[in-house]
């Protein structure tokens, strides 16, 4: 056995003889009771073969005695990516716990266990523990259990799940109907949800989710992968916004329309501006094009003002630039190339320079490379908000040139484009690659690992029973003898359905193509474009599982895990509703797995979360109305001053969404501030202090969203009231009082939290 | 309402966790300390905070650190391949000579005598590794000796109480993620956090502590019969209130410096290094004048991802920026008077490789951890040895520092020694260091 608290490549070599069978070693006499010896069945096990100092695999010594190993072990979670969130010892079950789902085969059987088996590389414990010994390990762990079931299951209050099923899925105050409705019917919580899932509130909160968990927000370095790797030259904000909303848009549409959530792997449909398409087509050269292409430009007047978009046009072979904000110093003293010299006329781009100069960046003549002049580029702003849904096929359909503005432009919504290889699904996407980009040495291990992640809600495991292939391995930079073999025996095999397509730089690829094989968590195919990765994701056991835990983790702000009860429930629901994504937020956020409202003694304990900058700007925007667009505290500005709320994230190598749940002093900070900005004109129009029982009645019902019929609400206004009389007292308008009440309002935990 | 029960619910709070941040403001003890007395063993001696600089990316830090340079033929291809800034040279170092990139020369003698360096391996092969790498390769055990808990985060939990620090989380400053018992902790930038305090105060904020009075009005319900969950959310709420409140506007003040926007304005500094670099470290300073947190975490680059590093270009500016910033950051902690209560140290995912792939690989087996502080021995303990794959970290004597095969400190225990070391350093009391991470302590390098 090994790596039961984590996945360590090391120690790796000759595991599966060391730590696989029983029958060389000394058998035990099972006991009962605790009466068996553990430590002799585990070295029976030859399990301290490889868990026992002075490097214990996994960290994990077995040779401790019973006692110290119990304390270790009891309620220890697991770090491995099989078994993420389960225990070691579970003292609320003791099958669930890991250290027997491992090495007993018969509870796999039963679908207890994580697809983690002990030795590693054996689909099966045939090989494992002696009968004996297992008898004897599975009495430990029950002994060691034994009265010691935790804290019984503390359910959520109803009006508290309530308001944050829908803060999440709408961000509108409960009322009191909603509240009588589910008091009095606890079953009508799932209608509620299904409302809200259908009013046009839930598609902001829909779009947020699925740009953070198809991994589309921006925030790579918009530089190399786009083609720009230009010093000193940052892509516009509207390139960053137009690409991380392309695919979000394609996810959105397949939602809505109820298509199969599937889609979102497989698709080769895309909303792309023009600017987006521009890229694509540049992307779609191979590198030896790109690095052999050569570009004649000259710069003409007449100068036009500011503000009005470059023309590009090519004229007896030579690109013209015209219509600079300032051509005269363009003409007079830039060029696009670093170097010192006469400026030849025309100037010899290369393709970056050339792609840069598309969008508006000239390097002057001479200069440092920080003198940069920026222009009005060809590529104008109305070019970055026309997008438009096109297919992008391998065989059919238009070609690119990403030269060619005025085509560029001219295609029509519905077009087919024809690239030079497959695109699928969210990570085709330039935003997706851009995130994630990968080299020479890294050879698409990177995208492979953040594509399984999202599509599987998996990595690499040393301890996946799965049969992988032995065609493809990279033994220069794993070989079998090394501690990286582990997972590189799963993941290099996969390379070739990325590099079939294009080279490290993410452009075509001219190489000859080769097999892929794909073998991750039970599943197996093989294939060898990125279509066949995408097929391998959706038709993956796991698939469903993934994405029920994706939505269980951003609505409970933790790491689920598939041990927990409703999950596998929720799954088969998914699959049989036809991948239908807006059935899946409506089942599992009305299932007990995320209301809390009732649990079993697995069911972890529901905790309340900071409602982070995607839900509390939501939920101002709902409650408040416009005055929150206009004031500009949630824009997507660097100085806005929600950014001093924690939000949603991704990070590279994570299964799960990086969320800050706990409020600190910098939570406090931001969070005041951001309302004292609002509290002006936010009474305003809304509570105006000339009529104060109105004014704190709609601060509490309407903002703090307790409802009449809510435990809180009379004391919540009664409070409110007396606010206003101390402000006052204290020397305050009457104005700045209920600015004042509003601020308190706003930064009550009802708004600013989660499951309050 | 009932006119006493706000004074009745003042005195629960003062009682509870919300009370404890004022009670903690007031007497510079932790809340940790006020609840529990002594959450852990008092540390023997002067606890010190901890900034922490870490990079997910793997920098090449350890290829021309002091030790890393003795063999004569990897010496000379080091010279050949790199920048004349960033050759070697020799560096006397707590009474020892060591072959060193240059810019480790040109530090101040004051901070090279403070200055240890701990050869071990991090065993990382991959990027997303880093928070296992922070976790000590998962070794570092939480405060039970059960679970696992990140190296920053066990250090803030174990010294919160004696440091009467505002938080017992980490503070992260830098774009690494940190956990704390598991959950993510905050993450802002210096500029995000100076954007949350600072500003002309408004007349709104005059009546803030009415605010706090009328929200505790508002949650008495929950504070007598919530859940678990939402009582231990509410007090923390309090709680953050008023440590913002105590502190937003002095923090206002200080960050008043940042952004800095000209490099000249810091002595030395290398042109086109990063100036969120600077920012970062006046902040962390900032941070830990205050006793905001007990450890903060900051990002400083020190030759990156260097695959493509044409020349080394990148990795000579980062390094003699790098250890320009090092130095700032002792400069910036004697200003503030810190200096006798901080400790610097830098771990990243891996090391580079000295040979293998002209020194641009990832290196699981050999880093190199930097670490100053008042309880810091100048001194450089292990050193890289040719392993099967490139050069990696060698055994050696906890006691002496000297790479010996025998040593008690060997390859795979070095990670787990240097870790020990840091914690030591920052005056964790070795018997909870016990509990936290079985190992070796490196004493050459501890005074």
Redesign the interface.
């Known amino acids: 056995m090994r790596s039961l ?2 996945i ?3 120690t790796l070599i000759g595991l599966a003889a060391a730590c696989s069978t029983s029958d060389a070693g000394p058998q035990t006499t099972p006991g009962t009771g605790g009466t068996c010896d553990v430590r002799a069945a585990l070295a029976a096990g030859r399990c301290t073969s490889c868990h026992a100092p ?2 214990p695999a ?2 994990l010594d077995l040779t401790l005695d019973a006692k110290a190993l119990g ?2 072990l ?4 697991s ?1 491995t990516t099989a078994c993420a969130g389960r225990r070691l010892v579970d003292s609320r079950d003791a099958e669930a716990s890991v250290l027997l789902t491992v090495v007993d085969h018969g509870l796999r059987a039963k679908g207890q266990a994580c697809a983690l088996t002990m030795a590693p590389g054996t689909p099966t414990n045939v090989d494992g523990l002696g009968p004996g010994d297992l008898a004897c390990l599975t009495s430990w762990v029950k002994d060691l259990v034994a009265g010691k079931g935790g804290e019984p299951f ?4 109803l009006p ?1 799940a309530l308001s944050k099923l829908k803060l999440l899925v709408h961000g509108g105050a409960l009322t009191e109907a909603e509240l009588s409705a589910a008091t009095a019917d606890s079953g009508a919580i799932r209608g509620l949800v299904d409302g809200w899932t259908r009013s046009p509130e839930f598609a902001p909160k829909l779009r947020t989710f699925l740009s953070t968990a198809l991994q589309q927000d921006s925030v790579g370095a918009a530089k190399e992968s786009l083609g720009f790797p230009t010093a000193h030259f940052t892509p516009s904000d509207a390139i960053r916004d137009a690409i991380a909303r392309s695919f979000v848009d394609t996810a959105m549409q397949i939602v809505s329309s109820g298509a199969p959530f599937t889609e979102v792997v497989t698709t080769h449909r895309r909303s792309l501006t023009t600017a987006e398409l521009v890229l694509l087509g540049y992307s779609d050269q191979t590198s030896d094009q790109i690095a052999s292409t050569k570009y004649k430009v000259r710069i003409v007047a007449p100068a036009k003002k500011n503000g009005v978009s470059a023309t590009l046009k090519k004229v007896d072979n030579v690109w013209e630039l015209g219509g600079a904000a300032d051509a005269q110093q363009l003409s007079d003293g830039c060029r696009v190339e670093s170097g010192k010299g006469p400026i030849p006329d025309p100037q010899t781009l290369g393709s970056e320079q050339f792609l840069s100069l598309l969008f508006g960046r000239v390097r002057c003549h001479g200069g440092p490379a920080t003198s940069d002049l920026k222009y009005p580029a060809p590529v104008s702003p109305a070019d970055h908000a026309d997008a438009r849904a096109v297919t992008l096929e391998t065989s059919a359909g238009t070609a690119l040139d990403f030269k060619d503005l005025a085509a560029l432009r001219a295609l029509p919504s519905g077009a087919t484009v024809r690239v030079r290889f497959p695109r699928p699904g969210f990570f085709g996407t330039s935003v997706f690659l851009d995130n994630w980009p990968t ?4 050879s698409f ?2 995208t492979l ?1 953040q594509t399984l992640a999202v599509g599987l809600g998996a ?1 690499f495991s040393i301890g996946d029973p799965t049969p992988a292939s032995t065609e493809g391995i990279d033994t220069a930079h794993a070989s079998p ?4 073999y582990g997972c590189h025996r799963r993941l290099d095999p996969m390379r070739p359905f990325f590099a079939n397509g294009m080279d490290p730089s993410y452009r075509a690829s001219s190489a000859p193509p080769k097999p892929a094989t794909f073998s991750f968590f039970g599943a197996s195919r093989t294939g060898s474009t990125a279509d066949d990765l995408a097929l391998a994701i959706v038709e993956h056991p796991r698939f469903a599982t993934a994405w029920v835990l994706r939505i269980c983790g951003w609505a409970t702000s933790r790491a689920c895990s598939d041990a927990e009860p409703y999950v596998a429930d929720l799954a088969k629901g998914f699959r049989e509703s036809n991948w239908d994504f807006r059935k899946l937020v409506v089942d599992t956020l009305s299932s007990p797995l995320v209301t809390g409202l009732s649990g079993t003694p697995l069911s972890v ?5 900071i409602a982070r900058r995607r839900h509390l700007c939501a939920a101002l925007t709902v409650r408040l109305g416009s005055l929150v667009e206009a004031s500009g505290v949630c824009s997507k500005a ?2 806005a ?1 929600a ?2 709320i ?1 939000d949603d994230a991704f ?4 299964v799960d969404l ?13 969070l ?2 951001l309302c ?1 900005a609002l ?1 002006p004109a936010a009474v305003a129009a809304r509570f105006p202090s000339n009529d104060a029982d109105t004014s704190t009645t709609k601060l509490v019902e309407e903002l703090m969203g307790l409802p009449k019929n809510h ?2 609400h009379d ?2 206004i ?3 009231r ?2 206003l009389s ?2 006052v007292a ?3 308008t009457q104005d ?1 009082s209920m ?3 509003f ?2 309002a706003c ?3 009802d708004v ?2 989660a ?2 | 309402m009932n006119p006493t029960s706000r004074r009745n619910f003042l005195r629960t709070a003062l009682l509870g966790c919300g009370g404890l941040a004022l009670r903690s403001l007031a007497t510079g003890l932790s809340s940790e300390f006020l609840t529990e007395r002594v959450a852990h063993a008092e540390p023997s001696g002067t606890p010190t905070f901890l900034i922490l600089a870490t990079d997910q990316s793997g920098d090449p830090l350890n290829v021309g650190a002091p030790g890393s340079l003795a063999d004569a033929g990897l010496r000379a291809r080091y010279d050949a391949a790199h920048p004349a800034e960033v050759r070697s040279t020799k560096l006397s170092l707590g009474g020892g000579v060591y072959d060193a990139a240059a810019p480790w020369g040109a530090l101040p003698p004051a901070l090279l005598s403070r200055l240890g360096f701990v050869h071990h391996r991090t065993s990382a092969e991959t990027h997303p590794e880093h928070p296992k790498v922070m976790r000590v390769f998962d070794a570092m055990r939480g405060a039970t000796g059960n679970g696992v808990e990140m190296l920053p985060s066990a250090i803030a939990a174990e010294l919160a109480a004696s440091l009467g620090t505002i938080q017992r989380e980490p503070m992260v400053l830098g774009e690494e993620r940190v956990t704390y018992e598991s959950r993510f902790v905050e993450q802002l930038s210096p500029m995000e956090l100076k954007g949350l305090f600072g500003g002309a105060p408004g007349r709104l904020s005059g009546f803030a502590k009415l605010r706090d009075k009328t929200l505790d009005a508002v949650y008495a319900d929950v504070k007598a019969s919530g859940t678990k969950a939402q009582r231990a959310y509410l007090d923390r709420t309090v709680a953050s209130r008023a440590q913002a409140a105590e502190l937003g506007d002095k923090l206002a003040v200080d960050l008043g410096v940042i952004p800095v926007t000209d490099p000249k304005a810091v002595s030395g500094l290398v042109d086109d290094y990063p100036l969120d670099a600077i920012d970062q470290v006046l902040t962390a300073v900032t941070l830990v004048k205050y006793k905001v947190s007990p450890v903060i975490t900051i990002h400083l680059p020190f030759g990156g991802d260097n695959h493509h590093d044409l020349d080394f270009a990148q990795e000579s500016l980062e390094l003699q920026g790098g250890v320009r910033i090092m130095q700032l950051v002792w400069e910036k902690l004697a200003e503030a008077g810190l200096e006798g209560v901080t400790t610097f140290a830098m771990l990243n995912t891996f090391g580079r490789t000295l040979d293998t792939s002209g020194g641009r690989a990832h290196n699981s087996g050999h880093h190199v951890m930097p670490m100053f502080g008042p309880k810091i021995r100048a001194g450089v303990a292990g050193a890289p040895q040719r392993g099967a794959h490139d050069w990696e970290a060698a055994a050696f004597s906890s006691t002496t520092g000297r790479a010996d095969g025998s040593g008690d400190v060997t390859s795979e225990k070095s990670f787990a020694a240097a870790a020990r070391t840091l914690m030591r350093a920052c005056g964790v009391p070795a018997e909870r260091v016990d509990v936290r991470l079985p190992g070796a302590t490196v004493t050459s390098l501890l005074v």
């Open positions: 608290f984590l360590t490549p090391l002075p490097s996994g960290r304390a270790a009891l309620d220890a979670p770090t503390e359910p959520v209050p508290s080299n020479q040495d890294n291990r990177v690992g990595t003898e090394s501690p990286c304990r529901p905790e309340v979360s660097r100085d001053l950014r001093g924690p990070a590279r190598g994570q990086v969320q800050t749940s706990t409020p600190g002093m910098f939570h406090a900070a931001g005041e501030r004292v509290a435990p809180r004391a919540a009664a409070a409110l007396t606010h101390e402000v204290a020397g305050g700045e600015q004042s009440a601020v308190a930064t009550s935990p600013s939290g499951g309050l």
